[in-house]
Structures are given as C-alpha cells and as structure tokens.
C-alpha cells in the first residue's frame, strides 16, 4: 500500500491530500502481488485524480485487514463522489463518469477484472460531492 501512494507522489493532487493507511494482519497472507498491485494503482490513482477543489482537507484514507485468511482493502477518499445513476456501470470497459476524466476508462475495469482472477471482488459506496469508498475483498491463496 505504502509502494503504491509513493509512486504516485509526483501527482500534482497527491501533494494536497492527506493519506492515512491502516494496516492489521495477525496472520500470513499471500495472493498474486502483481494483480494486487494493478488493483491498488487503479484505485489510489482515482482517489487523487478526482479529489473535491473546494474541500479544504483532502484524505484518503487506505486501510487493510487479514482476517480468517481473507484481505479486506477499503480505499476511501474525500473527493467528487460518483453520481447514482453512474455507480451501476463504473466498472463497464471505456466508461467514465466525470466530465474530468482525462483517462480512456479503463481503469475500474482493470481492477474488477484483475480482481476476479485471483478470486476476489470490489464493491462501491459514493456520495456524489462527499465520498467514494471500494472496497476490495481478496481470498488467500494457497502456498505450495
């Protein structure tokens, strides 16, 4: 989590946004690092991407928890939010949402999809003008 917000340090946005992650892991816990990593990149990179102008304290608050041999990622930000009738087709191929996207969509995509193929999933809470939070639940992979 911590390699994934560094690398997007360089961002503009990410300069005036708090970060705060959260990590509790009592227990081992090993999934495809490389899908992980295309997961977190697509979601962090939103969260900075549409951060709110007119909030005066930007965050984005990442926290994950191992549990029963499980990984619950929750990314949540401060931003734009994503409209209702938006919320059903975000993770549709070449889909954008906002007006101040700059990017070819493909992004959530990327990351329902990558998610799927180690076996886990990304749901989607948002307030448009308030809050988007995912959260991504990853099953642990065997170790041979």
Same mark, same amino acid.
């Given at each position: 989590?911590? +390699?994934?917000?560094?690398?997007?340090?360089?961002? @503009? +946005?990410?300069?005036?946004?708090?970060?705060?992650?959260?990590? +509790?892991?009592?227990?081992?816990?090993?999934?495809?690092?490389?899908?992980?990593?295309?997961?977190?990149?697509?979601?962090?990179?939103?969260?900075?991407?549409?951060?709110?102008?007119?909030?005066?304290?930007?965050?984005?608050?990442?926290?994950?928890?191992?549990?029963? &041999?499980?990984?619950?990622?929750?990314?949540?930000?401060?931003?734009? &939010?994503?409209?209702?009738?938006?919320?059903?087709?975000?993770? @549709?191929?070449?889909?954008?949402?906002?007006?101040?996207?700059? &990017?070819?969509?493909?992004?959530?995509?990327?990351?329902?999809?990558?998610?799927?193929?180690?076996?886990?999933?990304?749901?989607?809470?948002? @307030?448009?003008?308030?809050?988007? @939070?995912?959260?991504?639940?990853?099953?642990?992979?065997?170790?041979?």
């Amino acid at each position: 989590m911590r +390699e994934t917000v560094q690398q997007y340090s360089f961002m @503009e +946005e990410a300069a005036q946004v708090t970060v705060n992650i959260c990590a +509790e892991q009592s227990e081992d816990f090993h999934t495809d690092r490389y899908r992980l990593r295309v997961i977190l990149n697509n979601l962090v990179s939103n969260a900075l991407q549409y951060q709110n102008p007119t909030q005066m304290h930007k965050r984005l608050d990442i926290s994950c928890r191992v549990v029963a &041999g499980n990984a619950l990622v929750k990314i949540r930000d401060n931003g734009i &939010g994503i409209a209702s009738q938006d919320l059903d087709r975000i993770f @549709e191929m070449f889909y954008r949402a906002s007006s101040m996207s700059s &990017g070819s969509g493909l992004g959530l995509y990327i990351a329902r999809e990558s998610a799927a193929k180690i076996g886990g999933t990304i749901r989607v809470v948002s @307030e448009e003008g308030q809050f988007t @939070e995912f959260t991504v639940e990853i099953p642990k992979k065997a170790v041979r």
